[in-house]
């Protein structure tokens, strides 16, 4: 980063793709949430349920994350290290962290369905149903921590962003090191909780057990 960087016309490098999945990403994510909600009102004729409005929800949260992402290209996301001045290097660090307020909430939004989801299916069991209430309190409760971190981290809020301000910030790489392992744990078992039901039920063939159990456990990817 220096004052006599030369910053060519942006997007530029890495951000030119940046900007190119952002704008694509979404309209692929609308297509199978679509194909959801078509599936969901017109094949199956069930009322939607409140899995369904949390994942319209998260579908309007995506579409705001795309679109700040692709606005953050235009301030420097993509960059080399080099090609940074101090302004821009500002408007970079202030995008990307309004953005990583929907990432977040995005994240929130699609694994909280998936365990609401759950719910429906084998809630009657009364473990399995105090599972997935403890893994969404766990799930939320950290990504919530993740969310107010990200905005309140440094004191003053602004020195996020003008990093010359008096003040301090928190560590970020002990609290992203902290987020990831949050969100390894909370993918792993998502991904393992209907797996513990679905081998309790009786299936004509166990390749129809496998193949259920591969649907479900897509929560892993």
């Not at 016309?9 to 199978?32: C, K, Q, S, Y």
């Not at 609290?175 to 393992?192: P, R």
Request: aromatic residues 14%; charged residues 10%; hydrophobic residues 50%.
């Amino acid at each position: 980063m220096s004052e006599n960087a030369v910053v060519p016309e942006l997007p530029a490098e890495n951000g030119v793709h940046v900007w190119r999945t952002a704008v694509v990403m979404p309209f692929i994510t609308f297509a199978f949430v679509a194909a959801r909600f078509y599936c969901r009102t017109y094949i199956v004729r069930r009322a939607w349920t409140i899995d369904d409005y949390v994942v319209a929800a998260t579908m309007v949260a995506i579409i705001v994350h795309a679109v700040l992402i692709a606005n953050a290209t235009y301030h420097g996301m993509g960059l080399h290290i080099w090609q940074f001045t101090p302004e821009l290097n500002s408007q970079y660090y202030l995008w990307v962290g309004i953005s990583s307020e929907f990432y977040v909430l995005s994240l929130a939004g699609f694994k909280s369905s998936l365990i609401l989801l759950y719910l429906q299916l084998f809630g009657v069991n009364r473990k399995f149903r105090i599972a997935c209430y403890i893994t969404l309190f766990y799930t939320l409760g950290y990504l919530t921590c993740n969310a107010l971190t990200e905005f309140l981290g440094c004191n003053p809020i602004a020195k996020k962003w003008e990093q010359k301000l008096p003040g301090h910030c928190i560590n970020s790489v002990a609290a992203n090191i902290a987020y990831g392992a949050g969100h390894m744990t909370s993918d792993l078992i998502i991904g393992i909780l209907p797996l513990t039901m679905v081998w309790r039920l009786q299936f004509p063939t166990t390749r129809q057990k496998i193949g259920l159990s591969l649907a479900l456990g897509s929560g892993l990817m």
